[in-house]
């Protein structure tokens, strides 16, 4: 009787293997991709924090740099940051250009999207689930870190000359919880992300940008 205890763990075994690093990343990528790919627009708040190299150096605890707003997405590559503090911001951005708009200050700057504006692209692959992360990264899953979030590493491949790593932060339920990104000087960018609201409409020309009047157009770049 004793043997055949034994043997109960060994069968259950054979009948359920464990599963692997590689199977339980390819299920939270599969996950992502369902959660978010088939999504026409969303909105989500966010809050957004940098933090330098020398502030980690000194153990900082508080925050740097600290933002919050709304992150609107439409499908497939149309993006707008509606900053509300700590000074109301717009950034709007598509394939070709990046608009990013100052109230206070009476300006807009115009950047093409290549020239700035990777991390915001970045948010839209993320935003679209994830369909195609490998071709453009090497994807590694962490070690858990005692809770229930998964945590993936995003390594650009080719390497990018500003971004070191993007680390994910992903619910049980695949929600994307949190974004770092991590220059290639030190610092690190993080967003964090509320609530999603998926299946999201929006009006003509939300994400379009057009000067008011009396504000100083600023050309970035080469064009």
């Known amino acids: 009787m004793r043997k055949i205890l034994l043997l109960i763990p ?6 359920h293997p464990p599963v692997s690093a590689e199977d339980t990343l390819s299920n939270i990528l599969q996950g992502i991709k369902g959660h978010y790919g088939h999504t026409s627009g969303l909105s989500v ?20 740099d600290l933002a919050s707003g709304i992150i609107h997405f439409k499908s497939p590559h149309f993006l707008r940051l ?19 708009y100052i109230p206070a200050k009476k300006a807009a700057h115009r950047y093409r999207a290549e020239d ?3 991390e915001l692209r970045l948010l839209s692959d993320i935003f ?5 992360v490998k071709d453009s990264f090497q994807v590694q899953l962490l070690e858990p870190d005692g809770n229930k979030d998964y945590q993936l590493t995003l390594v650009p491949d080719p390497p990018w000359q500003e971004i070191d790593r993007i680390i ?4 049980p339920e695949y929600e994307i ?30 994400f379009q940008f057009t000067a008011p009047p009396g504000v100083n157009v600023i050309v970035e770049g080469k064009n």
């Open 168 to 171: 994910l932060t992903v619910s």
């Open 177 to 206: 919880r949190s974004v770092r990104i991590f220059n290639a000087l030190g610092s690190v960018t993080r967003f964090n992300l509320g609530n999603f609201t998926l299946g999201k409409t929006f009006k003509k020309g939300f």
């Open 82 to 100: 509606d900053q509300e503090k700590p000074t109301p911001e717009i950034i709007i951005a598509n394939d070709n250009i990046l608009w990013w």
């Open 45 to 64: 708040p966010y809050t957004r924090d940098v933090m330098t190299r020398s502030m980690s150096m000194l153990g900082a605890q508080t925050e740097g």
């Open 128 to 132: 679209c689930g994830l369909a195609a």
């Open 10 to 15: 060994a069968l259950i075994m054979l009948i």
């Open 116 to 118: 700035f504006g990777r």
